[in-house]
Every structure is written in C-alpha cells, then in structure tokens.
C-alpha cells in the first residue's frame, strides 16, 4: 500500500513486454518521435526509473507525493485527556443538570431511607419551572432549621468528588421534603388528620405506617396557614419524625421555603440497587382544585458521571477518525 502500481510498457510490433528493455531499431530522424525506452509516450504518461509508467502532472512534471499520515496517538496518551473532559462534563452536568444527593435521616421514611442515594434534577427551575405539590424537592436551610444538628467533615478526597458531583453531597445544609402548598394554598391540620389543602382531604399513602398524617401537638403540629407567592410549605413522610415547615413557623419566614432556597426536585433513587426507584407524584395531588401543571422539562434519570461518558465516546470518535491514516491504493 502507497506504492504506484507498475504498467507493462509497449513493444515492437504489439509485443508483450516481458521486462527487458526494448532497443531501437535504428536511427531516428530528427524530430520523429522515439519508440522503446525514451523520456516520454505518445500517451501522456512519463516512465520511471524502473521502466513502469505512470500520469503525467500539471506541465509534464509528476504528481507530487502524498503526505505522510499522522501518528495515532496511543491509548495511554489519549487517557488524561479523555479523564479530564469526563471531569469538566460532570463538573458541568452537576452544576447545571443533576446532582446526587444522600440521605442523613429518617424524615422521609418510608419513600427514602437512611443512607439513600437520589438523584436531583437541576435543569427545569433554568427554564423557569417552580415546585409543585406533591414533588419531593431538595433546598438550602432556609433560616437555621438544621441548627444544632451534627455535621459531617469529609476528607480532600470526598470533597473533591462531591464538588465534581462524583459522589453525593456533602454539605448537610441542604434538606429534603416533600411540598405540600405551594403559593396561594391553605394549608391545614385539626386533630390528627387528614392534612387539608384549599379544603380538599389529601389521602396520604406515602405516610410512614403507624403516624398519622397530622401530630396532636401544641408545637407547630396543629395550624392553618396560607403560602404566600414564591413560597413552599414542606412536610416530612415520617410526620411524627420530621423539623419542617411546622416546626418553624417562629423563623423569619414562618415556617415556608423561599422557592430561590429550592436546588431541585429529586426524581430518582440511585443507590443502593435494591432501592431503586423513581419518586412520582401521588395521585392524590391530581384531584380538582389541586393538579399539578406540567413540568417545563422531562426529568432527568441518570447519574453525572454515566452522562459525563455519554459525553466522552463522541469526542473519542471524532478524534480517532480524525487521525486516522488516509488509505492509498
């Protein structure tokens, strides 16, 4: 392969030239043209050196010679630039997209458990959707809800990897609930329930078995409050086992959450496998007077590192064909 095919040369009288060089017969008149092994054919075609022909170039003169193909890189040279654009998509697709998150308490049991991995969806709130009733949502510590509450100290290393979104959260100022009320609604509790919104009863199966959807306290656990605009009113699954919005109504926004404080929605749990799952909203949001309105972008299923990948094999692809060695035939 690169090398020019040989032709056969001509003869005397149609003669198959068999490789040896042809000889004139005899002398040749000036300006006649010269058979056999000249400097050049009738045809157009030039002989090389060998006594092969080949296509004469632009005035006469030879095609100029391909150029040589690039060296393909090797694997082991391509591997930091490969692990370094994984590092920047996740960098990316956590800062913009979804983020892990783990669970420190048991607030939400049963829907989330101790030491569950979700995962958030970050991309819709950009395109201007707000939390709606029903979602379990992930947001800042609104007014020092978490006061008192032991923090984690994690290594360089787990730093790191939570800062890319490698691993989940660690910055245990963040919480998660699910709403309740959004800005508008009335929400209420008398006895031990049902929980009311807009007066509407809410069947509650997602309740940790053995509460009761409302707490018989004088604590926060009986109220009717309305949410302003721009707010959320938040309750733990484990009613009997849950700070939230209840137990915070003395704060500076009586108990709500600032929708700006909200990180996202989580739509699924990651980790451990036999926990995996999606989190929906309740049916029993969807009756009148409390459906939810779409939202503004279809959630997002998987974790950042597995869309840092997704990211990678085109860039892998276009790098190998682009350096791949031209065929010569």
């Known amino acids: 392969m690169g090398d020019v095919a040989v032709g056969a040369r001509s003869g005397h009288d149609g003669e198959e030239n068999r490789g040896h060089p042809v000889e004139a017969a005899g002398p ?5 043209p010269a058979s056999g ?4 054919t009738e045809d157009g075609r030039v002989t090389d050196e060998h006594g092969g022909t080949q296509d004469e170039g632009v005035g006469g003169t030879p095609p100029a010679t391909p150029p040589a193909a690039k060296k393909q890189r090797s694997f082991w040279k391509e591997l930091p630039i490969l692990i370094g ?10 800062t913009f997209l979804v ?8 607030s939400m049991q049963n829907t989330l458990t101790i030491n569950d991995r979700v995962l ?21 510590d609104p007014d020092d809800w978490l006061a008192g509450e ?8 787990q730093t790191v990897l939570s800062w890319i979104g490698l691993m989940p959260s660690a910055d245990e100022k963040d919480l998660i609930k699910r709403v309740i009320g959004v800005g508008g609604d009335t929400v209420e509790c008398n006895g031990t329930g049902p929980l009311k919104v807009n007066g509407k009863a809410l069947n509650e199966p997602y309740v940790y078995p ?5 707490s018989v306290d004088d604590q926060g656990g009986q109220f009717k409050v309305k949410v302003p605009e721009g707010s959320i009113w938040v309750m733990g699954d484990h009613r009997q086992n849950s700070r939230d919005s209840r137990y915070n109504q003395s704060d500076s926004h009586g108990g709500m959450v600032p929708v700006k404080e909200v990180v996202g929605r989580a739509i699924v749990i990651a980790w451990p496998m036999n926990r995996w799952g999606t989190l929906p909203v309740p049916d029993t949001f969807d009756q009148d007077g409390l459906q939810a309105q779409p939202s503004a972008a279809a959630a997002l299923s998987v974790a950042p590192q597995g869309l840092a990948l997704a990211g990678v094999v085109p860039v892998v692809w276009w790098r190998r064909r682009r350096m791949a060695p031209a065929e010569t035939r």
């Open 99 to 106: 983020q892990a998150f783990s669970i420190p308490s048991a």
């Open 120 to 140: 958030v969806d970050k991309l819709t709130p950009w395109f201007g959707s707000e939390p709606e009733r029903g979602e379990i949502v992930v947001f800042h």
């Open 37 to 40: 092994h000249d400097s050049g």
């Open 85 to 94: 654009i994984a590092l920047v998509l996740a960098l990316l697709i956590k």
């Open 150 to 157: 032991p923090t984690p100290d994690p290594n360089a290393l």
């Open 210 to 214: 053995g509460n009761t959807p409302c």
């Open 28 to 32: 040749v008149a000036d300006g006649a």
